[in-house]
């Protein structure tokens, strides 16, 4: 009889499996502050392997896994004793359709990669987290990414056409339904294809930038912009961070525009305002501000949900245009992120704008999509072995 | 990495944008974060061989500062000292020191016009 490793090694050869000490160390964690066990680590390359891999796991009883760049900041690919999927070898362009303006991807691939790669034809994928750098597709349809262009062109949903996903049923779907699927999380099966959509590339962008002493004057010219067609990202900074990152003790307002029309235009103005919004991190993280979360808030009540961040010494920064917002904690804050979630719920907001649920945000969802998503769940993964205890607690192997 | 560095580290893997070892590999062991994990953890719990396979593994390029939003310095050079310290190296370091206090050069004996017999990679 082959014991588990073996089985997998069969699968995809002993170099692309691991249960060593350090691959056990390393797949532990992610972005966020959570940490569990793995049983193994695999490396698949292409989509019978995965099958195969998820035919033995049903076989044998083991929960899987599925993980990108790992950069998830709510805990939604921590193992728990379970064996994990790294897709990051599946990282072919599989196809570029410039006419149709569409391009199959293995889920692998990184967004920087394949905006490289289209860049020859005057294409883009659109979607651009702060993790754009490293963050993988399949990783993002399965939070359903959004980040700092969102307000002129959605979330990752938005531009997919279709998703080939192999289930926790044994089936593979070539499918058409996003909604399923796209922020899922991995708790249906594995995405091995995906075909995305393209836009233009923009030629031109240039940017404003405002400085404002209070939420009022900030959520008002907000407003100003928020339904312009030309916006491209309105990001704000609050007085606290701004302090800390050695400016002043005002709201910062960058506002980026796809034309010409902003009145930072020059190269070297653009790199300055470009650095001063990278920087934010460092700032914040240096004063071990290191835990940031991502509300939604409706825009009727942005410019109170800033007074409340103010009042209760908490630095900010986000994609207001969109409503989504980064407050930033140090790691003994626990009490004040329950106070904020708290706060949000009340004024219809939702607790995460892009991150997703994972492990840290389960116990905010309400009764309604906890019933949705088990539904779904015992339709796509009926013995529970995708990423179990993900968005909601499921028992172990049946629901 | 000092204490001060560990606490800046959220593990956020931006570290492995650029880093050559883990975009040959694509495994979470061979890039930066591994080694991020390992000093925050408690290094007296890793082997001999596993500190050799996570600090040697290494250019030294500071690829992953450069991509580190919270500018974290990983200072592989200063852990690679410690365990050079500790005795532990790889067999070409320890060819190499040695053919150097022999001959007065990383190559061992070389007669004038003479191609290396070995070229080493540490």
């Given at each position: 009889?082959?014991?588990?490793?073996?089985?997998?090694?069969?699968?995809?050869?002993?170099?692309?499996?691991?249960?060593?000490?350090?691959?056990?160390?390393?797949?532990?964690?992610?972005?966020?502050?959570?940490?569990?066990?793995?049983?193994?680590?695999?490396?698949?390359?292409?989509?019978?392997?995965?099958?195969?891999?998820?035919?033995?796991?049903?076989?044998?009883?083991?929960?899987?896994?599925?993980?990108?760049?790992?950069?998830?900041?709510?805990?939604?690919?921590?193992?728990?004793?379970?064996?994990?999927?790294?897709?990051?070898?599946?990282?072919?362009?599989?196809?570029?359709?410039?006419?149709?303006?569409?391009?199959?991807?293995?889920?692998?691939?990184?967004v920087?990669?394949?905006?490289?790669?289209?860049?020859?034809?005057?294409?883009i994928f659109p979607i651009k987290p702060a993790s754009h750098?490293?963050?993988?597709?399949?990783?993002m349809?399965?939070t359903n990414a959004a980040g700092m262009h969102a307000i002129k062109y959605g979330k990752t949903k938005n531009w997919?056409?279709?998703?080939?996903?192999?289930?926790?049923?044994?089936?593979?779907?070539?499918?058409?339904?996003?909604?399923?699927?796209?922020?899922?999380?991995?708790?249906?099966?594995?995405?091995?294809?995906?075909?995305?959509?393209?836009t233009?590339?923009p030629?031109e962008h240039s940017y404003f930038h405002f400085k404002l002493n209070t939420p009022k004057e900030l959520i008002d010219k907000v407003n100003e912009y928020r339904y312009n067609k030309n916006i491209l990202s309105i990001e704000y900074i609050d007085r606290i961070t701004s302090?800390?990152m050695?400016q002043?003790?005002r709201y910062h307002l960058i506002i980026e525009v796809s034309d010409d029309t902003g009145d930072i235009r020059?190269?070297?103005?653009i790199?300055?305002i470009e650095?001063l919004r990278e920087g934010i991190g460092?700032?914040?993280?240096?004063?071990?501000?290191?835990?940031f979360e991502d509300p939604w808030i409706p825009p009727k009540y942005q410019e109170y949900f800033l007074e409340w961040l103010d009042?209760?010494?908490i630095p900010s920064f986000g994609h207001i245009g969109y409503g989504i917002f980064h407050p930033r904690?140090?790691?003994?804050?626990?009490?004040?992120?329950?106070?904020m979630?708290?706060?949000v719920?009340?004024v219809g907001g939702t607790v995460s704008g892009e991150h997703?649920?994972?492990?840290?945000?389960?116990?905010?969802?309400?009764?309604?999509?906890?019933?949705?998503?088990?539904?779904?769940?015992?339709?796509?993964?009926?013995?529970?072995?995708?990423?179990?205890?993900?968005?909601?607690?499921?028992?172990?192997?049946?629901? | 990495?000092?204490?001060?560095?560990?606490?800046?580290?959220?593990?956020?893997?931006?570290?492995?944008?650029?880093?050559?070892?883990?975009?040959?590999?694509?495994?979470?062991?061979?890039?930066?974060?591994?080694?991020?994990?390992?000093?925050?953890?408690?290094?007296?719990?890793?082997?001999?061989?596993?500190?050799?396979?996570?600090?040697?593994?290494?250019?030294?390029?500071?690829?992953?500062?450069?991509?580190?939003?919270?500018?974290?310095?990983?200072?592989?050079?200063?852990?690679?000292?410690?365990?050079?310290?500790?005795?532990?190296?790889?067999?070409?370091?320890?060819?190499?020191?040695?053919?150097?206090?022999?001959?007065?050069?990383?190559?061992?004996?070389?007669?004038?016009?003479?191609?290396?017999?070995?070229?080493?990679?540490?």
């Amino acid at each position: 009889m082959f014991n588990i490793k073996e089985k997998m090694e069969r699968i995809v050869g002993k170099t692309n499996v691991s249960d060593s000490r350090l691959d056990k160390l390393s797949y532990s964690t992610d972005a966020s502050s959570k940490s569990g066990h793995p049983l193994l680590i695999i490396w698949p390359t292409d989509r019978e392997e995965i099958k195969n891999i998820i035919k033995t796991a049903l076989n044998n009883k083991y929960d899987l896994v599925p993980r990108g760049a790992g950069t998830g900041l709510c805990g939604g690919c921590i193992p728990d004793e379970s064996i994990v999927i790294d897709l990051s070898r599946m990282n072919h362009i599989l196809k570029i359709n410039p006419k149709k303006r569409t391009v199959i991807v293995e889920p692998g691939v990184t967004v920087n990669e394949l905006n490289n790669a289209l860049k020859k034809y005057n294409l883009i994928f659109p979607i651009k987290p702060a993790s754009h750098k490293i963050a993988t597709i399949g990783g993002m349809i399965a939070t359903n990414a959004a980040g700092m262009h969102a307000i002129k062109y959605g979330k990752t949903k938005n531009w997919i056409e279709e998703i080939e996903i192999i289930t926790g049923e044994d089936k593979t779907y070539n499918t058409m339904n996003i909604k399923s699927f796209c922020g899922s999380e991995g708790i249906f099966g594995i995405i091995t294809q995906a075909t995305l959509e393209l836009t233009d590339l923009p030629k031109e962008h240039s940017y404003f930038h405002f400085k404002l002493n209070t939420p009022k004057e900030l959520i008002d010219k907000v407003n100003e912009y928020r339904y312009n067609k030309n916006i491209l990202s309105i990001e704000y900074i609050d007085r606290i961070t701004s302090r800390l990152m050695k400016q002043d003790n005002r709201y910062h307002l960058i506002i980026e525009v796809s034309d010409d029309t902003g009145d930072i235009r020059e190269e070297e103005e653009i790199t300055k305002i470009e650095t001063l919004r990278e920087g934010i991190g460092a700032s914040l993280g240096k004063e071990k501000f290191i835990i940031f979360e991502d509300p939604w808030i409706p825009p009727k009540y942005q410019e109170y949900f800033l007074e409340w961040l103010d009042k209760m010494r908490i630095p900010s920064f986000g994609h207001i245009g969109y409503g989504i917002f980064h407050p930033r904690f140090r790691k003994n804050h626990a009490e004040k992120i329950k106070k904020m979630f708290i706060l949000v719920k009340k004024v219809g907001g939702t607790v995460s704008g892009e991150h997703g649920i994972g492990l840290s945000k389960k116990e905010y969802l309400s009764e309604k999509e906890k019933t949705k998503i088990r539904k779904l769940k015992k339709r796509y993964d009926p013995k529970n072995i995708f990423n179990r205890n993900k968005i909601i607690d499921m028992q172990p192997r049946g629901i | 990495m000092n204490n001060n560095e560990t606490d800046k580290c959220t593990l956020c893997g931006m570290c492995k944008t650029n880093c050559p070892i883990y975009k040959n590999y694509l495994t979470e062991s061979m890039g930066p974060r591994l080694k991020a994990i390992a000093e925050k953890k408690n290094l007296n719990n890793l082997t001999d061989q596993e500190l050799s396979a996570i600090f040697i593994n290494c250019t030294i390029c500071s690829a992953c500062k450069k991509e580190c939003p919270n500018d974290v310095d990983l200072n592989i050079s200063k852990m690679r000292s410690e365990l050079i310290k500790r005795g532990i190296e790889t067999d070409a370091g320890k060819e190499m020191i040695i053919n150097i206090r022999k001959y007065g050069n990383p190559f061992g004996k070389v007669k004038k016009g003479q191609k290396f017999n070995k070229l080493y990679c540490c």
